[in-house]
T-cell receptor, first 117, second 109 residues
Framework: SQTIHQWPATLVQPVGSPLSLECTVE??????LYWYRQAAGRGLQLLFY??????ISSEVPQNLSASRPQDRQFILSSKKLLLSDSGFYLC????????????????FGPGTRLTVL | KNEVEQSPQNLTAQEGEFITINCSYS?????LHWLQQHPGGGIVSLFM???GKKKHGRLIATINIQEKHSSLHITASHPRDSAVYIC???????????FGKGTKLTVNP
């Protein structure tokens, strides 16, 4: 069965420090991968999505970046965190455009709660 | 105006009540998702549907493509159903989901 992992679960970082959040998926190949952020009291906001290794689409211009160095690994990074980067970060996957079809359900990781002080 | 609107924003019910959460959207879609977010933050996919009706246990989801409207029903509600329920649509031809703001459900014993 498919599993999605995220770490760390919680993180407290000072303003201006770097960030690296990692997401890995098991039990599937060629997934579409997504990074979302949920600010306190707000809805889910799509940050980045990827349909393949090295292919990243950015939805919101900001000081965050994403990379997909391997098929089932998705990394969210920042060189210098801002207070406004605080929030709950969720990684998600769906079946890719191959045999799984394009419109599968979206499965979410457990999330990382980031507090920037 | 948001492309996905949910109502109500907050809902409080007594255990055992029948609950309905509504979702309207204004764009062409290929699928609609209902998600459940627990107080700890974890999100679970409840349903993905593109037509008709789906049922899983006490949960029922319906969609009317012509009216661009979907409903999530919970029968015999229980305190463990307390969560935020999120409607999301996948626009036709897109890999991305557009989310509603969620409905916070509280079921009291």
């Amino acid at each position: 069965s498919q599993t999605i992992h995220q770490w760390p679960a919680t993180l407290v970082q000072p303003v201006g420090s770097p960030l690296s959040l990692e997401c890995t998926v098991e039990g599937t190949s060629n997934p579409n991968l997504y990074w979302y952020r949920q600010a306190a009291g707000r809805g889910l906001q799509l940050l980045f999505y990827s349909v393949g290794i090295g292919q990243i689409s950015s939805e919101v211009p900001q000081n965050l970046s994403a990379s997909r160095p391997q098929d089932r690994q998705f990394i969210l990074s920042s060189k210098k965190l801002l207070l406004s980067d605080s929030g709950f970060y969720l990684c998600a996957w769906t079946g890719g455009g191959g045999t799984s079809g394009r419109y599968n359900e979206q499965f979410f990781g457990p999330g990382t709660r980031l507090t920037v002080l | 105006k948001n492309e996905v609107e949910q109502s109500p924003q907050n809902l409080t019910a007594q255990e055992g009540e029948f609950i309905t959460i509504n979702c309207s959207y204004s764009v062409g879609i290929s699928a609609l998702h209902w998600l459940q977010q627990h107080p700890g933050g974890g999100i679970v996919s409840l349903f993905m549907l593109s037509s008709g009706k789906k049922k899983h246990g006490r949960l029922i989801a319906t969609i009317n493509i012509q009216e661009k409207h979907s409903s999530l029903h919970i029968t015999a509600s229980h305190p463990r159903d307390s969560a935020v329920y999120i409607c999301a649509v996948r626009k036709g031809g897109s890999e991305k989901l557009v989310f509603g703001k969620g409905t916070k459900l509280t079921v009291n014993p």
